[in-house]
């Protein structure tokens, strides 16, 4: 008969080793945790905001490779979402999805038309008063298959896909959804983000 302290130990690890399991799988498949770094997607999401961003919704992937066993739904227009960076697939971005696979899209004097039409985007920031060729003309360009086209709301000061191209259907790695927490620092913590949903 094994000591009592030794079976508390093997209890303790055995849940230990569950727990671990359990957390690997949701962060993989179902929910990760996600933090704003930075204010391109501003003032839809502010430095410091920290969501839950929904992997199941897209389908599910192997982790840690961009082989997918399930495809469940596509991303949508102006769906908040988290992907790989083209250009350091080591890093996660968030932008919004401006154009899906097959869309026609234009920007001219930073207005945006989507298959002809203007676009009325109240999520939009402009912060600059200048135009700018790459930043705030482009197209008419149409979507390839599998790409999408993204954008982040604080439009002037947003590294995106005016400047480095598609997003992969592949690269996408989840929808955001809520927000959990929101600060500055301790001393301002924004009480009335946490629980907001991300739209």
Known sequence: MEPRWQTILKEYAEALIIAFILAFIIRS??????????????????IGDHLLVNKFIYGIRIPFTDIVLARFSDPQFKDIIVFEFPEDPSKDFIKRVI??????????????YRNGERLNEPYVQHVQNDFSPVRDNFGPITVPADKYFVMGDNRDESYDSR????VDRDKIEGKAM?????????????????GKMVE
């Open 178 to 194: 809520i927000l959990y927490w929101s600060w500055e620092g301790f001393s301002n913590i924004r009480w009335n983000r946490i």
């Open 163 to 166: 400047f480095w191209g598609y």
């Open 99 to 112: 154009g899906t696979p097959g869309d026609v899209l234009e920007m001219r004097n930073k207005v945006l």
């Open 29 to 46: 498949f179902v929910v990760q945790a996600f933090k704003i770094p930075s204010g391109s997607m501003l003032q839809t999401l502010q």
